[in-house]
């Protein structure tokens, strides 16, 4: 069996790990676990003491709870080297299937604990530059990306309700075929930017309507969505990464309403509370900062950013 095959032996697997345990069988497997763990009690370093003897013990616990056959071990090794081989410095592919895994939003959802009315975090994704160019507010971060016009506006605050002034917004998303900047090889800078909060912690900018993209799949991640009959779309999401001192730093995206793919996003970045209106104005519909679109539709959207505290 490879994680390449598209069926599964759910009967073999089924009476694999349902088959009793003896005790004696139990008992050494046991003793061994308790001697890996037992190995790292020398470890200098409290952390990575606790983090290797976690690791082990959800491991082997892993192991033993499916009975898990040295077929189906060398299967995933051969997947892990595959992810590896793949992995360089345009792809990583080890965090595509920490993403496609729920992990990496777990990690996030840990990381980013519950404080009042803050906004949600979400997965930071692989498409980040840094030194994106700055725009005014009011401007427009496409960058000749293609895609609808969007105005986006909201306002940065704290969770007293205090606007937060001079707050810096950066910002980036896909164009309409589904690509970042990057992902082209001619060295574009569109469909990102950074801008600033106002007095009244304010921001507005025009971007594109998102739209839904596939991660990469034509990996050995890929592979395994196919497996398992999952689909490798993301729900179309414009991204934000909010810093202001003394607050504590929000990487977000919104989503659409509306999209048929916020249930399955194959990262599981899609929160309730990030799910936004982008409600689409007929041409000729006066733009907020009479930018004249000729005969193009346009949408816009309201995005309100609460900071938790910093620490």
């Known amino acids: 069996m490879t994680l390449d095959d598209t069926t599964t032996p759910a009967t073999a697997a089924a009476a694999a790990y349902a088959a009793p345990v003896s005790a004696e069988q139990r008992a050494r497997e046991e003793e061994l676990v308790a001697r890996v763990v ?17 690791a082990v013990r959800h491991l082997h616990a892993f192991v033993r709870e499916v009975r898990l056959t040295e077929a189906e071990w060398a299967a995933g090794i051969d997947f892990l080297t595959a992810v590896g ?61 293609s895609g609808q016009p969007c105005w986006v506006e909201g306002a940065v605050r704290d969770t007293t309700g205090a606007p937060v002034a001079g707050a810096r917004i950066e910002v980036w998303e896909a164009d309409e075929d589904g690509f970042y900047d990057v992902q082209y090889d001619d060295d574009r800078t569109a469909g990102r930017a950074h801008l600033f909060s106002d007095d009244d912690g304010g921001f507005r900018f025009w971007a594109v309507t998102p ?3 596939p991660i990469p799949h034509d990996g050995p991640v890929g592979r395994m969505l196919a497996a398992t009959g999952r689909s490798p779309m993301r729900a179309s999401h414009l991204h934000f990464m909010v810093t202001a001192p003394g607050l504590r730093t929000l990487v977000t995206h919104i989503f659409v309403r509306g999209d048929e793919l916020l249930a399955s996003d194959s990262v599981f970045g899609v929160r309730d509370s990030l799910v936004k209106d982008f409600e689409e104005q007929p041409a000729g519909t006066p733009t907020p900062d009479g930018r004249d679109l000729g005969e193009r539709t346009w949408a816009r959207t309201r995005f309100d950013v609460v900071l938790a505290p910093g620490g």
């Open 38 to 54: 037992a190995s790292f009690d020398g470890a200098e370093d409290e952390r990575l003491r606790i983090l290797l003897q976690s």
């Open 85 to 145: 081989h793949l992995t360089d410095e345009r792809r990583q592919e080890f965090i595509l299937l920490s993403d496609t895994l729920g992990v990496s939003m777990q990690t996030i959802t840990v990381n980013n604990e519950a404080h009042g009315d803050a906004t949600e975090a979400t997965v930071f994704g692989p498409f980040f530059v840094e030194d994106a160019p700055h725009v005014e507010l009011g401007g427009d971060i496409a960058g000749g990306a």
């Open 211 to 213: 739209t839904p993209y």
